[in-house]
T-cell receptor
Framework: GAVVSQHPSWVICKSGTSVKIECRSL??????MFWYRQFPKQSLMLMAT?????????EQGVEKDKFLINHASLTLSTLTVTSAHPEDSSFYIC?????????FGPGTRLTVT | AQTVTQSQPEMSVQEAETVTLSCTYD???????LFWYKQPPSRQMILVIR??????QNATENRFSVNFQKAAKSFSLKISDSQLGDTAMYFC????????????FGKGTHLIIQP
């Protein structure tokens, strides 16, 4: 199989602070990983594509300076939400492809107070 | 741009009944994959079934089957003998990249199986 983990599973931070979310592929390598955001009762929206060894590519409307992505290795991508505000509160999910199939992490719930 | 449309926000059926969830899509790519994902309250995304666009035969996984109509760009999911554990959000998704693109999701259908 293929397993993707995320850490933390739930984080609460104060407005104005930054928070980092990790996404790891545990038993396979991924040169590309994807970050999605899911608001309550809504679907998953692709935010950005994380590329190992190069810059991330962001979907239209996603602020690259606010959502910093670093693909440090073939098994780790991090999403840092900088200067978080309450409207950034959401469920963040990462995925990594293996061939044509996407393997999803369990998600991270971010609450900004 | 590619799109995925699910027109049923919520459906409710009795246990053991058969239910069909609808999905239409649009893409200009000739090679693509379609998926149905289940998202239970835990919010972990679970792959239910996949369909390669180049395959004419409809995919089947135990109680789950699809009706793939390529010309109509339709991809419906049929759940037979529904069970209480099938209660969840179901998302239709489209993938047409070569590993470099993420999935495009529909808005989802909340399926409720009543005892």
């Amino acid at each position: 199989g293929a397993v993707v983990s995320q850490h933390p599973s739930w984080v609460i931070c104060k407005s104005g602070t930054s928070v980092k979310i990790e996404c790891r592929s545990l038993d396979f390598q991924a040169t590309t990983m994807f970050w999605y955001r899911q608001f309550p009762k809504q679907s998953l929206m692709l935010m950005a594509t994380s590329n190992e060894g190069s810059k991330a590519t962001y979907e239209q409307g996603v602020e690259k300076d606010k959502f910093l992505i670093n693909h440090a290795s073939l098994t780790l991508s991090t999403l840092t939400v900088t200067s978080a505000h309450p409207e950034d509160s959401s469920f963040y999910i990462c995925s990594a492809p293996k061939r044509w199939e996407q393997y999803f992490g369990p998600g991270t719930r971010l609450t900004v107070t | 741009a590619q799109t995925v449309t699910q027109s049923q926000p919520e459906m409710s059926v009795q246990e053991a009944e058969t239910v069909t969830l609808s999905c239409t899509y649009d893409t200009s790519e000739s090679n693509y994959y379609l998926f149905w994902y289940k998202q239970p309250p835990s919010r972990q995304m679970i792959l239910v079934i996949r369909q390669e666009a180049y395959k004419q035969q409809n995919a089947t996984e135990n109680r789950f089957s699809v009706n793939f109509q390529k010309a109509a760009k339709s991809f419906s999911l049929k759940i037979s003998d529904s069970q209480l554990g099938d209660t969840a959000m179901y998302f239709c998704a489209l993938y047409s990249g070569g590993g470099a693109d993420g999935l495009t999701f529909g808005k989802g259908t909340h399926l409720i199986i009543q005892p």
